[in-house]
């Protein structure tokens, strides 16, 4: 997804794509503008980054498990968590017969 961050005079300091799901930047002291697009839809949002304070922005669209609405119940999203976890098991399982071999 494109992502552009721009400080308050107009410098763009960054351009660039991001494969997320997430995208971590140091930047300098200042007001910053964060632009981000997903399949058309643009949403930017204004930073403030200075010594004694982070920022910290979430960008989110719907997702393809939620039909579109971009919420999940917390049962779909144990269910999900639960179906990849048991991929990480037998994916580690089938390493660890492999690797004894």
Known sequence: MPVSIAE???YMVLDTKSDGPNMLT???NS?????????GK????TVNIST?????QVFSWPCRYCGGTGER?????TQQFNVYRNQVQR???NFAVNSVR
Do not use: D, P, V
């Open 8 to 10: 308050m005079t107009g």
């Open 26 to 28: 140091f930047l300098s």
């Open 31 to 39: 007001h910053h503008t964060i632009t981000a697009n997903y399949k």
């Open 42 to 45: 643009t949403e930017q949002r």
């Open 52 to 56: 004694s304070q982070h920022a910290r």
């Open 73 to 77: 119940t917390l049962a779909e999203r």
């Open 91 to 93: 994916n580690y399982a």
